[in-house]
């Protein structure tokens, strides 16, 4: 994104928080809040994912140390 583009983005947040009456202050702390919570997939959704991902309706041991593997990378990623 080039230097205008994004300070154009900043400005339709800015205008967007004044329309709404948030401060810009109290809407980041509410993101760095929400940013560093981080909430796992339990074993259940685990295996649902899999299943439609694969189109199979099969899950092994396998599949929760893949979908552990990925949810490491991201809460890593994310700061979590």
């Known amino acids: 994104m080039d230097k205008d583009a994004e300070i154009k983005r900043l400005n339709e947040k ?8 948030m401060l810009f202050s109290d809407w980041e702390h509410k993101v760095c809040i929400f940013m560093q ?5 339990t ?3 685990k295996s649902d994912l899999w299943c439609k991902s694969t189109g199979r309706n099969c899950v092994n041991e396998d599949t929760h140390v893949f ?3 990925i949810e490491a ?3 890593e990623r994310n700061g979590g």
């Open 14 to 21: 800015i205008e967007f928080l004044e329309r709404n009456n």
């Open 43 to 45: 074993d259940e959704e």
């Open 73 to 75: 990378k991201l809460k």
């Open 37 to 41: 919570r981080w909430v796992g997939l």
């Open 67 to 69: 979908a552990d593997a």
